[in-house]
T-cell receptor, first 115, second 112 residues
């Protein structure tokens, strides 16, 4: 299996622009998680899905952030408009209870810089 | 509310030493706990997952234990090598959810 795939790996944008981050989970996994990692706050869960349905979005910082999972093999995290304080590494992870008792597998991350 | 703490924040040891990394959690009603490794500028790699019914889990030179009653988990690394240098994070779920709370990690440096 290719593991969790994220794109782009690096994104540099200007304040006010829309940013879309993409994630392809491991095939057969039914949980998908979006995290943000910064030096100040560490690793924070933003939102997670089960069977394509958002379960907990309490970590989404504000209305500028939105996430979708239109099917089992694709999810997006969108920031509109972006701000410099959104600069961070965004990780996607997936898991399943069926095989590995919800062991989470992470993608390589997207490093976002908002100027 | 689940809180996860890792001590120490940083550790530097000579090659070959056995070492223990600590993870504490406040809500003991967890169904599992997971240890990860993160290399600089990289994603997280799963090392070990301990189910609530288990007391320990082993993979090669790594051994993780779980004591739910005391709210603690330890990651034991035997015969450390320079290639073990990385940040080690533990994560425990918030009670009754699949929302994982991460510790701030222990940054390990193994000196050759």
């Amino acid at each position: 299996d290719a593991g969790v795939i994220q794109s782009p790996r690096h994104e540099v944008t200007e304040m006010g622009q829309e940013v879309t981050l993409r994630c392809k989970p491991i095939s057969g996994h039914d949980y998908l998680f979006w995290y943000r990692q910064t030096m100040m706050r560490g690793l924070e869960l933003l939102i997670y899905f089960n069977n394509n349905v958002p379960i907990d979005d309490s970590g989404m910082p504000e209305d500028r952030f939105s996430a979708k999972m239109p099917n089992a093999s694709f999810s997006t995290l969108k920031i509109q408009p972006s701000e410099p304080r959104d600069s961070a590494v965004y990780f996607c992870a997936s898991s399943t209870l069926k095989i590995s008792y919800n062991e989470q597998f992470f993608g390589p991350g997207t490093r976002l810089t908002v100027l | 509310k689940q809180e996860v703490t890792q001590i120490p924040a940083a550790l530097s040891v000579p090659e070959g030493e056995n070492l223990v990394l600590n993870c504490s959690f406040t809500d003991s009603a967890i169904y599992n706990l997971q240890w990860f490794r993160q290399d600089p500028g990289k994603g997280l790699t799963s090392l070990l997952l301990i189910q609530s019914s288990q007391r320990e889990q082993t993979s090669g030179r790594l051994n993780a234990s779980l004591d739910k009653s005391s709210g603690r988990s330890t990651l034991y690394i035997a015969a450390s090598q320079p290639g073990d240098s990385a940040t080690y994070l533990c994560a425990a779920p918030a009670s009754g959810t699949y929302k994982y709370i991460f510790g701030t990690g222990t940054r390990l440096k193994v000196l050759a």
